[in-house]
């Protein structure tokens, strides 16, 4: 457990909380025991819930797990009363590390620490949010490796990078989206929980949301493009089957009439004109190769070839 204060306002952060934790939380403030009894197990949903004295909210935070190549959704569970903010979570969050290091230092945390817990959640959830952007950078990365491989003729090769991005996409929109909910929520109701500092924190709350936004459209801008080079890809993919089809296609056709004759010319009958004449395998082979030069000359007057 690590406590900061200043000004009268304090951040508490639980890593990993234990049941002497909980204990303590019961001991010390007046949470709902449901709200206690949601902090240790992983919650299912992201939630925003109003009280007369705390505010609880469950967010997740997209954390990038290069072994997987995709993006896992850690929980953050905050409880928020008049004095204090408190964060609770079962992994470590980089993004609370760089919080923590921040306030260490005795001009920011008297920035951060200065009006309310709702400033507190402010400056804690823009953390969050540059985090978020900041994981943004190797899809980024990772859809122009795409764009240059899809040119590059290793367009089989292209599939599986396509699912793997998709799939970080998607998960990444899994751990972000809830995140408007909660941000649109305080910004309408939670700025009543500090009525003295209401209308200053609607536009810190607001700013937040435009934070958010800004996040989404760049992944939804990613999503399109992905979507735009998988199709891409496809079509290439398709056009060199084609292509391999055609010429399999044509080589059969070429190749079919000329081993008809072959077979025909060799054919054992007493009144076969070629077998027994002087030079009868070149003879058959004059006939297949005339033949083949004749389905060649039709291919390319019909411009299939």
């Known amino acids: 457990m690590k ?11 639980i890593e990993k909380p234990t049941q002497k934790d909980i204990d303590w939380l019961k001991a010390n403030f007046n949470f709902h025991p449901l709200t206690l009894g949601e902090l240790i197990p992983p919650s299912r949903r992201e939630k925003v819930e109003h009280f007369d004295d705390y505010l609880f ?24 009363t008049k004095d204090r903010i408190i964060t609770v979570h079962n992994e470590p969050i980089e993004p609370l590390k760089d919080f923590s290091r921040k306030v260490e230092k005795p001009e920011l945390r008297n920035k ?8 507190i959640f402010y400056w804690l959830s823009e953390e969050l ?11 980024g990365k990772n859809v122009l490796n795409i764009e240059d ?39 309408s109701r ?25 996040i989404w459209s760049e992944i939804d801008n990613y999503t399109d493009t992905i979507g735009a080079l ?43 004109p070629i077998l027994g004449r ?4 070149w003879l058959v082979v004059g006939f297949v190769a005339l033949t083949v030069m004749a389905m060649w000359i039709y291919f390319k007057t019909r411009k299939w070839l």
């Open 3 to 13: 406590t900061i204060s200043e000004n009268n306002l304090t951040w508490v952060d």
């Open 57 to 80: 909210l469950v967010m997740y935070v997209p954390v990038f797990n290069e072994k997987k190549r995709t993006t896992n959704p850690v929980e953050l569970d905050i409880l928020i």
């Open 112 to 119: 951060y620490f200065s009006k309310s817990t709702g400033h």
């Open 129 to 139: 949010l540059n985090f978020g952007e900041r994981q943004l950078v190797h899809i």
């Open 149 to 187: 491989g899809i040119f590059k003729n290793i367009e089989r090769d292209m599939i599986k990078e396509v699912s793997t991005i998709k799939r970080d996409i998607l998960d990444f929109r899994i751990a972000v989206r809830p995140l408007n909910r909660i941000f649109n929520s305080l910004a």
């Open 190 to 214: 939670g700025i009543r929980f500090w009525p003295e500092q209401g209308d200053d924190l609607k536009i810190y709350f607001n700013d937040l949301v435009g934070d958010y936004e800004r």
């Open 230 to 272: 998988e199709a891409t890809n496809t079509n290439l993919l398709n056009d060199k089957t084609n292509a391999i089809v055609k010429t399999f296609t044509i080589l059969s056709f070429i190749t079919f009439p000329a081993m008809l004759v072959a077979t025909i010319l060799q054919i054992n009958t007493i009144y076969n």
């Open 278 to 281: 002087q030079n009868d395998f």
